[in-house]
């Protein structure tokens, strides 16, 4: 018994050092030159690095673009700046409560072909179309492609489609629904001429997954101008909130290409390295914040298109200049170990870091620049668009249980932490 019991002891002991041993030290930032270990080209990403900007340059780009309203829009805004800030990544949160939120966050442009993206269409309901196959299961059990981009329709029937389209299937897309109306479709069928007789039908839609990004963006600013029309201060803040993230989005160059992680060309872990790691570092020291007054956008629509355009733009830039870096820069001093929720992780040196934003010409603190000014921008054109409505007199609206529930829910599915679609994409 007695043998036991010493037994245990040194068991017990035996894991606790070994605990101990594997316990990483801390280190403080800079770190010196003997404490940086040799990496590759492959970034590990650390478990609990947030997506993103990070979520320090998503709130930073909303609580800055408050700043830049005009006083008639401030007397709401100010007193609410850390509603708005605190929940400038509920978006991100909800990436890992439903897979509807991912695609929003971005837009792989190089499926979509080439600048100046002729064939892209602009608007929500033409997009889908154009990238839904429609099939029918006939009496003999075979499966056909009726409709889609292997099987398009003649231009004359265009319009019509547009409007079965839009009655059939676009419901059932926000219901994540997929099998269709036999008989509506019969009528269609009947009405162009055509002898096919399926027993069932379905639509399969390939836009999502080259995420939505833009006409995300067109539509928040519908929403957000018709809350400022109802006056409805809650939902003005909490679409003011996620329309500030997805337009911070749209200012990420690696939110607007299919190789967003750098994944096709060996640069893993890019993604973070750009938009979090560099903002990290130097966005409190080193930016200048001051972006200006707002500007009333005449046509919001193309302006988003062009938010992304610009962001594509870049992206060869983005990649090119780090993969050169990683060649000239000093192997030893490109990733060192880093420390944040008691976790160790390794991250690019701040050196290396400094170095890649002076070779992009400080890219990253001017798309953030322009990020809040589109922000401030959207937000005051929407309240323009919706009759000026005299703010001052609606306070700081309270959380009904319902979103206090709901809030809670966003926060302890992130917590748990699996995002729901892509990783790095949003
Ligand atoms: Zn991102
Ligand atoms: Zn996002």
Redesign the pocket.
């Known amino acids: 018994m007695h043998r036991l019991f010493i037994a245990r002891i040194v068991v017990l002991s035996l894991i606790f050092i070994g605990l101990c041993a594997l316990r990483p030290a801390r280190f403080s930032k800079p770190l010196p030159a003997s404490a940086t270990i040799p990496l590759h080209t492959d970034y590990p990403v650390p478990v609990n690095q947030s ?3 990070g979520f320090f340059a ?1 709130k930073r780009i909303n609580r800055l673009a408050v700043l830049t309203l005009p006083p008639e829009m401030m007397v709401f805004f100010k007193p609410n700046i850390d509603y708005v800030t605190d929940h400038a990544v509920d ?2 949160m909800r ?1 890992y409560a439903t897979k509807h939120e991912g695609p ?3 837009i792989d442009l190089d499926i979509h072909g080439h600048a100046p993206f002729a064939d892209l269409p602009r608007q929500w309901t033409d997009a889908l179309m154009a990238h839904t196959d429609v099939w029918i299961v006939k009496s003999t059990g075979d499966t056909v492609l009726l409709f889609g981009k292997q099987k398009p329709l003649q231009e004359v029937w265009q319009r019509d489609y547009k409007k079965w389209f839009s009655s059939q299937v676009m419901p059932r897309f926000y219901q994540d629904e997929t099998e269709l109306n036999v008989d509506s479709l019969q009528t269609f069928l009947d009405f162009m001429g055509r002898k096919e007789r399926p027993k069932s039908a379905f639509y399969q839609e390939h836009l999502s997954e080259h995420g939505t990004l833009p006409w995300n963006l067109q539509r928040m600013q519908r929403q957000l101008t018709e809350a400022f029309r109802q006056r409805d201060g809650r939902r003005i803040l909490k679409l003011a909130s996620d329309f500030g ?2 337009i ?2 749209a200012h990420v160059p690696l ?1 607007t290409t299919s190789n967003y992680n750098g994944q096709k060309t060996e640069q893993h872990g890019i993604h973070g390295f750009w938009e979090s790691r560099i903002p990290e570092l130097f966005a409190d020291d080193s930016y200048d914040y001051f972006v200006g007054k707002p500007e009333y956008v005449e046509r919001p629509e193309d302006w988003f298109w062009q938010m992304v355009f610009d962001s594509n733009k870049m992206v060869d830039s983005v990649l090119t200049f780090e993969k050169a870096l990683r060649r000239s820069f000093p192997l030893d001093r490109q990733m060192c170990p880093d420390m944040r929720s008691g976790m160790m992780s390794v991250m690019p040196c701040r050196d290396f870091a400094a170095a890649y934003q002076d070779a992009l010409n400080g890219m990253v603190e001017r798309r953030l620049r322009s990020a809040i000014h589109s922000v401030g921008s959207a937000w005051y054109t929407a309240w323009i668009d919706a009759g000026e409505p005299d703010l001052s007199k609606m306070g700081a609206p309270v959380l009904s249980e319902e979103e206090r529930i709901e809030a809670e829910r966003l926060r302890k599915t992130f917590e748990q932490g699996k995002i729901l679609g892509r990783a790095e994409d ?1």
């Open positions: 997506p993103d900007w998503h978006p991100d990436r929003r966050h971005f993230h997805y911070g989005d939110h949003h």
